[in-house]
């Protein structure tokens, strides 16, 4: 329908709308606060099924809908929405994803007593996340992007009466805002040299062939060109929100959040809007002959893969393992982005979505039926007493250490690592990729060993036993593990589908090219290294789950001193705190003290001095003009008392004055005429 | 029949006011001092009829009525002036003009 | 001749009266001395052809007003005793030459005016029915004014000299009872 385009701005405006009304409801509305929330969501993706059909009939590329916001004297502000392959992909998977984990939530979160605060501030992200997608401008995605910012805080912090809670959202919030000036500074910068912020109006949008040419040929004072220099800005912006290393520090302390909150913002949706704010900027970060801003983002990306999936191993937090997996997932798809472009790096990040999200969410099932337990040391032989959840997170498991053929994530990291085979500038970023899907198999086997296989956890200790989660948990756990093995056909080398899509071409079934030599090289690397992974895995941590107590990591046995560093995530936190942070009180006890003292004083001295003139005010009133006055009064009571002497009440005197006044009146008037 | 010249009435009037004036502000009786405000009057009224005697148009009658209208307004107020003589002596027990300054300021 | 001379008389007589009634001692001899100056007033009138004036003098003034007077100082005689002369008033001098100033002003324009030594024309005869006609025509309003002046003066005489209940005067109150109470009154 080519009409759909004019509705597109529904899909945010619901949960928005929802959110709101949800604000306004009182504590006890849980049904109704849960209803507004999952009836938003599910229009949001029935409209956004719609505009996906849409997109697979119509072969335009590309709709959008432009409006002025305001207009000032000699430019307007214009937002707009649009619709193409990518934003409708991206569309379907937020919207489907925030529905299975809504429904998740009614379960998860039953107990809770602000129970329609949350699904308050989960409709408000979902909006901000689905603005984002659909912005056909930069100003507009930001603002989305501070909305989700914003939610991700409140979301955080919901159990804020928790200190480590507050800590951690104040901390994501500012290591974010980081990142967000950066966004900010490039966005100006762009504005000005294109003087659009729209991507796609008609041939005059700043991701556009003319304004990227003018960009490309204009040069910065470094000598560097000024679509790098931009580009490298909104990167900064990106490596904020998508937790890529040096600004990775507060995902996992985000994990203080309900399970939920992870499931769907770090792990799906948030976090990859930097990823998606890369491939949507992507015309401008690859423009020109020699786009140096890519390379830095596929560095950044591959770095950021080795380096968490080295602090995932050292890690005793169930969620924190998944986090620093999101982590270094993340950073696979940066590197997917710059080494093999959109629908590389795309591919994974759909597929590590329903994955990553189905490994949250089965965390989420074991610390409930672990009544709150967190600590994989503290749990084991769960394979038996959650059945359904242990089925689910290994389908999850293997689909992230991308198990060959039958499991997304095999398909997805593959073509990765194939993109960076090919790149052209080094080969480093494929090693390090590979040297990361070891780690990560390595890592994930010694979670589940420690979570599903092994003693019990009552043998050791626990206060009550396990048991399996209720079904309005599990059957979403059960649909995003369908999603987690049957997404991955949509992006085989046989049938590049997903790629086609993209980029508006069609696909077609070639079951060879599977069989092709560099391809089927690959697979049979990336299924070598996942196999020695898991069997190393297997054997290391298999006989230590059946230990009790378990203390002693093997790893830490071998390797106390790495391992030591691996545990404190490389010391980059109190790094931070040393540097960053001080500086930052310093500056701020210099301000109060700049406050306080000077500013306070000149205040209080310019009323101190306004007071003294009142004063004096006062004093010249009181003894100069009332003084002034009364001496008039007086003068005057004065003068009526002696007149009233004059006055002695006796006619005769009176006749006399008249009397007196006759003649000298008869005398005037004779010498006057005389 | 030969008249006086006017300047001897009228000498005649001036003398009779200055009696009556000299007795107003000079006695202590409140009644006298009506009797001398009495003269003055008559001295004004026998201006006017001289005047009109020997005036330019004594047809007009102008004096005389002037004179009639003073008479009785005088009678007037010599009714009223000795009620409250009569009425003042009746609180005060005296006449004495210098016992009622109770006006005085 | 006649005119002169009864007028000469007449203004003698009048100016001796009234010194009179200024200047004696006793009350009642100013008030018929009063009489007697108002009467001489009369004749000269009359012997200014304002005959109906003159009359009219007699009856209003020395029929009346005099009366009136000599009512007035009997029913105030309670003072007798003391002298009422004018030896008691102090300051009589002043007064006087106050009096002889007014006397001096007011000869001084009578005897310098030319005008005033003219003689007077042919005596005219107001007859009483002219009086009538000017009194009905001219001046029918100040008529009837002073109809209702005297009608007010007469209440207002009335009302002012009314003896009160309460003024103690009644018969059977001895008169240091009623000095004593009017005396109490007195304390204001």
């Given at each position: 329908m080519p009409h759909l385009i004019l509705f597109l701005w529904l899909v945010p405006s619901l949960p928005l709308l929802a959110a709101g009304w949800g604000a306004l409801?009182?504590?006890?509305r849980r049904r109704l606060a849960a209803g507004l929330a999952i009836g938003a969501m599910a229009l949001s993706w029935l409209l956004s099924c719609a505009a996906f059909f849409s997109t697979l009939r119509v072969r335009i590329l590309r709709q959008s809908c432009n409006f002025t916001w305001f207009d000032l004297a000699h430019t307007t502000v214009q937002l707009g929405w649009m619709l193409d392959p990518l934003t409708a992909i991206m569309l379907m998977m937020v919207t489907f994803l925030a529905l299975v984990i809504f429904i998740y939530s009614l379960g998860y979160m039953?107990?809770?007593?602000?129970f329609t605060r949350f699904f308050c501030f989960m409709s408000l992200f979902g909006a901000g996340m689905l603005g984002l997608v659909i912005a056909n401008s930069l100003l507009l995605l930001f603002i989305c992007w501070e909305l989700v910012g914003l939610s991700s805080y409140l979301l955080i912090g919901?159990?804020?009466?928790?200190p480590a809670a507050a800590a951690a959202a104040k901390k994501a919030f500012i290591t974010t805002r980081i990142g967000d000036i950066a966004l900010l500074l490039g966005m100006l910068w762009l504005y000005s040299r294109?003087?659009?912020?729209?991507?796609?109006?008609?041939?005059?949008?700043?991701?556009?062939q003319a304004s990227l040419d003018r960009l490309v040929a204009g040069a910065t004072?470094?000598?560097?060109?000024l679509s790098t220099a931009i580009s490298l800005l909104i990167f900064a912006g990106a490596v904020g929100k998508s937790g890529?290393?040096?600004?990775?520090?507060w995902l996992p302390d985000a994990?203080?959040?309900p399970t939920p909150v992870s499931a769907l913002i770090?792990?799906?949706t948030m976090v990859a809007a930097g990823v998606f704010l890369v491939a949507r900027m992507y015309p401008l970060i690859s423009?020109?002959?020699?786009?140096?801003a890519l390379q830095v983002v596929t560095w950044v990306g591959a770095v950021t893969a080795v380096f968490a999936a080295a602090i995932a191993m050292a890690q005793n937090d169930i969620k924190r393992i998944i986090a620093y997996s999101t982590i270094s997932q993340l950073g696979y798809m940066m590197m997917g982005l710059g080494v093999g472009g959109v629908a590389v790096g795309m591919f994974h990040l759909i597929t590590h979505a329903f994955f990553k999200s189905l490994l949250f969410l089965g965390a989420g099932s074991v610390i409930h039926g672990c009544h709150g337990e967190q600590d994989i040391r503290k749990m084991g032989g769960l394979k038996q007493l959650m059945p359904w959840t242990f089925a689910t997170y290994a389908a999850g498991m293997m689909a992230l250490c991308g198990?060959?053929?039958?499991?997304s994530g095999f398909w997805s990291k593959d073509a990765i690592l194939g993109a960076a085979r090919d790149?052209?500038?080094?080969s480093a970023p494929f090693y390090l990729g590979v040297a990361g899907a070891f780690l990560t198999a390595f890592y994930m086997t010694r979670q589940v060993c420690w979570v599903f296989f092994g003693k019990p956890a009552e043998a050791q200790g626990a206060q009550a036993p396990a048991h399996e989660s209720p079904a309005v948990m599990t059957i979403p756990l059960a649909i995003l593990a369908v999603f987690a093995v049957?997404?991955?056909?949509?992006?085989t080398p046989a049938w590049p589908w997903f790629d086609s899509y993209l980029n508006g071409a069609n696909a077609r079934f070639t079951f060879a090219a599977l069989f092709a030599r560099p391809q089927l090289l690959l697979l049979l690397l990336s299924t070598l290294v996942v196999g020695i992974a898991f069997a190393l895995g297997w054997r290391v941590y298999s006989r230590v789950?059946?230990?009790?107590?378990?203390?002693?990591?093997p790893l830490e046995k071998s390797l106390p001193p790495l391992f030591w560093l691996l545990q404190n995530k490389f010391f980059i936190d109190e790094l931070y705190a040393a540097t960053v942070i001080r500086l930052n009180t310093a500056f701020s006890l210099c301000a109060d003290w700049l406050d306080r003292v000077v500013w306070a004083g000149a205040v209080r001295a310019v009323s101190g001095l306004t007071r003294a003139l009142a004063q004096i005010n006062r004093a010249l009133d009181e003894s100069g003009i009332n003084a002034g006055f009364d001496l008039g009064c007086q003068g005057l009571r004065d003068t009526g008392s002696i007149l009233s002497w004059?006055?002695?009440?006796r006619i005769q005197r009176y006749l006399r004055v008249l009397g007196l006044a006759i003649c000298l009146g008869l005398l005037a008037l004779i010498w006057g005429s005389a | 029949m030969m008249n006086p010249p006017l300047s001897h009435y009228l000498l005649l009037s001036a003398l009779l006011f200055s009696i009556g004036f000299a007795g107003a502000v000079a006695r202590r009786g409140a009644i006298l001092v009506l009797i001398g405000i009495e003269l003055m009057l008559n001295a004004a009224n026998l201006n006017f009829i001289a005047f009109w005697r020997?005036?330019?148009?004594?047809?007009?009658l102008t004096g005389v009525m002037f004179v009639l209208f003073s008479i009785a307004i005088a009678a007037a107020e010599v009714a009223v002036g000795l009620a409250l003589v009569i009425a003042i002596y009746r609180q005060r027990k005296t006449t004495r003009l210098d016992a009622m300054d109770s006006l005085k300021g | 001749m006649l005119n002169e001379i009864s007028f000469y008389l007449l203004a003698a007589l009048t100016v001796a009266c009234a010194v009179a009634a200024m200047a004696l001692r006793r009350l009642v001899h100013c008030a018929l001395c009063a009489a007697a100056a108002f009467a001489g007033l009369a004749l000269i009138y009359l012997q200014l052809d304002a005959e109906f004036v003159g009359f009219a003098q007699l009856l209003v003034?020395?029929?009346?007003i005099a009366i009136l007077i000599v009512f007035a100082v009997l029913l105030t005689r309670?003072?007798?005793?003391?002298?009422?002369?004018?030896?008691?008033?102090?300051?009589w001098i002043s007064g006087v030459g106050i009096a002889v100033l007014l006397l001096a002003g007011l000869l001084l324009p009578i005897l310098a005016s030319?005008?005033?030594q003219h003689g007077a024309p042919p005596a005219p005869v107001p007859s009483v029915k002219r009086i009538g006609e000017e009194l009905m025509t001219r001046y029918v309003l100040p008529l009837e004014m002073v109809g209702v002046l005297l009608t007010a003066a007469l209440l207002g005489a009335v009302v002012i000299a009314l003896r009160e209940p309460?003024?103690?005067?009644?018969?059977?109150?001895?008169p240091a009872q009623q000095r004593a109470k009017t005396g109490e009154a007195m304390n204001l």
């Amino acid at each position: 329908m080519p009409h759909l385009i004019l509705f597109l701005w529904l899909v945010p405006s619901l949960p928005l709308l929802a959110a709101g009304w949800g604000a306004l409801l009182k504590r006890q509305r849980r049904r109704l606060a849960a209803g507004l929330a999952i009836g938003a969501m599910a229009l949001s993706w029935l409209l956004s099924c719609a505009a996906f059909f849409s997109t697979l009939r119509v072969r335009i590329l590309r709709q959008s809908c432009n409006f002025t916001w305001f207009d000032l004297a000699h430019t307007t502000v214009q937002l707009g929405w649009m619709l193409d392959p990518l934003t409708a992909i991206m569309l379907m998977m937020v919207t489907f994803l925030a529905l299975v984990i809504f429904i998740y939530s009614l379960g998860y979160m039953a107990r809770d007593q602000n129970f329609t605060r949350f699904f308050c501030f989960m409709s408000l992200f979902g909006a901000g996340m689905l603005g984002l997608v659909i912005a056909n401008s930069l100003l507009l995605l930001f603002i989305c992007w501070e909305l989700v910012g914003l939610s991700s805080y409140l979301l955080i912090g919901f159990w804020y009466e928790k200190p480590a809670a507050a800590a951690a959202a104040k901390k994501a919030f500012i290591t974010t805002r980081i990142g967000d000036i950066a966004l900010l500074l490039g966005m100006l910068w762009l504005y000005s040299r294109s003087g659009t912020l729209l991507f796609y109006n008609h041939g005059q949008g700043c991701l556009e062939q003319a304004s990227l040419d003018r960009l490309v040929a204009g040069a910065t004072m470094g000598g560097m060109a000024l679509s790098t220099a931009i580009s490298l800005l909104i990167f900064a912006g990106a490596v904020g929100k998508s937790g890529q290393v040096p600004l990775h520090v507060w995902l996992p302390d985000a994990m203080e959040g309900p399970t939920p909150v992870s499931a769907l913002i770090h792990a799906a949706t948030m976090v990859a809007a930097g990823v998606f704010l890369v491939a949507r900027m992507y015309p401008l970060i690859s423009a020109g002959p020699h786009p140096a801003a890519l390379q830095v983002v596929t560095w950044v990306g591959a770095v950021t893969a080795v380096f968490a999936a080295a602090i995932a191993m050292a890690q005793n937090d169930i969620k924190r393992i998944i986090a620093y997996s999101t982590i270094s997932q993340l950073g696979y798809m940066m590197m997917g982005l710059g080494v093999g472009g959109v629908a590389v790096g795309m591919f994974h990040l759909i597929t590590h979505a329903f994955f990553k999200s189905l490994l949250f969410l089965g965390a989420g099932s074991v610390i409930h039926g672990c009544h709150g337990e967190q600590d994989i040391r503290k749990m084991g032989g769960l394979k038996q007493l959650m059945p359904w959840t242990f089925a689910t997170y290994a389908a999850g498991m293997m689909a992230l250490c991308g198990v060959p053929l039958f499991f997304s994530g095999f398909w997805s990291k593959d073509a990765i690592l194939g993109a960076a085979r090919d790149w052209p500038f080094s080969s480093a970023p494929f090693y390090l990729g590979v040297a990361g899907a070891f780690l990560t198999a390595f890592y994930m086997t010694r979670q589940v060993c420690w979570v599903f296989f092994g003693k019990p956890a009552e043998a050791q200790g626990a206060q009550a036993p396990a048991h399996e989660s209720p079904a309005v948990m599990t059957i979403p756990l059960a649909i995003l593990a369908v999603f987690a093995v049957l997404a991955g056909f949509l992006g085989t080398p046989a049938w590049p589908w997903f790629d086609s899509y993209l980029n508006g071409a069609n696909a077609r079934f070639t079951f060879a090219a599977l069989f092709a030599r560099p391809q089927l090289l690959l697979l049979l690397l990336s299924t070598l290294v996942v196999g020695i992974a898991f069997a190393l895995g297997w054997r290391v941590y298999s006989r230590v789950a059946w230990q009790s107590p378990r203390e002693a990591d093997p790893l830490e046995k071998s390797l106390p001193p790495l391992f030591w560093l691996l545990q404190n995530k490389f010391f980059i936190d109190e790094l931070y705190a040393a540097t960053v942070i001080r500086l930052n009180t310093a500056f701020s006890l210099c301000a109060d003290w700049l406050d306080r003292v000077v500013w306070a004083g000149a205040v209080r001295a310019v009323s101190g001095l306004t007071r003294a003139l009142a004063q004096i005010n006062r004093a010249l009133d009181e003894s100069g003009i009332n003084a002034g006055f009364d001496l008039g009064c007086q003068g005057l009571r004065d003068t009526g008392s002696i007149l009233s002497w004059m006055q002695n009440g006796r006619i005769q005197r009176y006749l006399r004055v008249l009397g007196l006044a006759i003649c000298l009146g008869l005398l005037a008037l004779i010498w006057g005429s005389a | 029949m030969m008249n006086p010249p006017l300047s001897h009435y009228l000498l005649l009037s001036a003398l009779l006011f200055s009696i009556g004036f000299a007795g107003a502000v000079a006695r202590r009786g409140a009644i006298l001092v009506l009797i001398g405000i009495e003269l003055m009057l008559n001295a004004a009224n026998l201006n006017f009829i001289a005047f009109w005697r020997f005036g330019a148009n004594p047809q007009a009658l102008t004096g005389v009525m002037f004179v009639l209208f003073s008479i009785a307004i005088a009678a007037a107020e010599v009714a009223v002036g000795l009620a409250l003589v009569i009425a003042i002596y009746r609180q005060r027990k005296t006449t004495r003009l210098d016992a009622m300054d109770s006006l005085k300021g | 001749m006649l005119n002169e001379i009864s007028f000469y008389l007449l203004a003698a007589l009048t100016v001796a009266c009234a010194v009179a009634a200024m200047a004696l001692r006793r009350l009642v001899h100013c008030a018929l001395c009063a009489a007697a100056a108002f009467a001489g007033l009369a004749l000269i009138y009359l012997q200014l052809d304002a005959e109906f004036v003159g009359f009219a003098q007699l009856l209003v003034y020395v029929g009346a007003i005099a009366i009136l007077i000599v009512f007035a100082v009997l029913l105030t005689r309670g003072e007798e005793a003391a002298p009422g002369g004018r030896q008691s008033s102090p300051s009589w001098i002043s007064g006087v030459g106050i009096a002889v100033l007014l006397l001096a002003g007011l000869l001084l324009p009578i005897l310098a005016s030319p005008s005033l030594q003219h003689g007077a024309p042919p005596a005219p005869v107001p007859s009483v029915k002219r009086i009538g006609e000017e009194l009905m025509t001219r001046y029918v309003l100040p008529l009837e004014m002073v109809g209702v002046l005297l009608t007010a003066a007469l209440l207002g005489a009335v009302v002012i000299a009314l003896r009160e209940p309460s003024d103690g005067n009644l018969p059977g109150n001895s008169p240091a009872q009623q000095r004593a109470k009017t005396g109490e009154a007195m304390n204001l």
